[in-house]
């Protein structure tokens, strides 16, 4: 059974930097390209990052490029996203993904599965 526990969340101000991370297990995780997502209050899903499965290669949303970065450890069965210069939208639900076959590295619909989410909110 496909679990992906996300974890790393929380209160930052402006500026700060926060490291979300995401404990996949029930797959062969080295398989799979993985995403991260994310829900702001009022918002549709947005889709935020993609990675290969190697982790050799990395996308990004323009609003986070320069500031979030994405990484996976095969070995460890984690994914991870480095977020800095954190600003007031980054607010949102973020959520890790398993990436459907097939589907567009940038659609935040194109995962088969999907953590629970961690809160990432960022105020003074």
């Known amino acids: 059974q496909v679990h992906l526990v996300e974890s790393g969340g929380g209160l930052v101000q402006p500026g700060g930097s926060l490291r979300l991370s995401c404990a996949a297990s029930?797959?062969?995780?080295?398989?799979?390209?993985m995403m991260w997502l994310r829900q702001g209050p009022g918002k549709g899903p947005e889709w935020v990052s993609t990675?290969?499965?190697?982790?050799?290669?990395?996308w990004y949303a323009d609003s986070v490029k320069g500031r979030f970065a994405i990484s996976r450890n095969n070995v460890n069965n984690t994914l991870s996203l480095q977020m800095n210069s954190l600003k007031p939208e980054d607010t949102a639900l973020y959520y890790c993904?398993?990436?459907?076959?097939?589907?567009?590295?940038?659609?935040?619909?194109?995962?088969?599965?999907r953590g629970q989410g961690t809160q990432v909110t960022v105020s003074s």
């Open positions: 029930g797959f062969a995780f080295s398989d799979y390209y």
């Open positions: 990675i290969s499965a190697g982790g050799a290669h990395g």
């Open positions: 993904a398993r990436r459907r076959a097939g589907a567009f590295l940038e659609d935040a619909d194109g995962y088969d599965y």
